[in-house]
């Protein structure tokens, strides 16, 4: 049998055992987290950087679309105007039948876009050239031209092809 002391001495034991983590463990963790974190961000931001080259390349492919499918419903000239120097692109329609006099197009499709900070058009192929950049016209009663468009960021290439009225997104290497 147990006597009173001994009852009273096992609700203490119980009663004092320490709950929870001490300062030392948390501490650990808290460096094996850190430790990680650092480890996987570099993967982090290469995939975020990626990200935003194909999401800007699908806006210029789907601008281009808008071009052409524009240029064959209101049969007149329309052109996308590629500025290097200002990283940026526009629309513009010509304000006569023969394609001269192109004036910007202002609605959401064809406003100025510029590009992400650290996306840089590469190079411009199959477009015309003129002073403040490049340009491409889609005209209904001429045959439809054929382009492409470089755009990179952190090592990564990516070209948009544009053949007659496709438009298609491809990987480069370096």
Known sequence: MTTRRE????????????CGFTLIELVIVLAIISAMVMVIMPYATKSNESLKL???CLN????????????VNSRKPIRIVIDPKNKSYSLETGARIDGQNFKP????????HYLGRNIEIKDVDGFSIEKE???LVFDPARAWPEASISLSNSGTIKIIKIR???VEIED???
């Open 133 to 135: 950049g490049y340009y």
């Open 105 to 112: 197009i202002e609605d959401i499709q064809g406003s100025t």
């Open 60 to 71: 210029i492919a789907e601008t281009v679309r808008y071009a052409i499918n524009l240029s």
């Open 54 to 56: 194909n999401q800007e």
């Open 7 to 18: 009852v009273s001495a096992n609700v203490r034991d119980k009663r004092w055992q320490p």
């Open 164 to 166: 007659r009225e496709q």
């Open 172 to 174: 480069s290497e370096i």
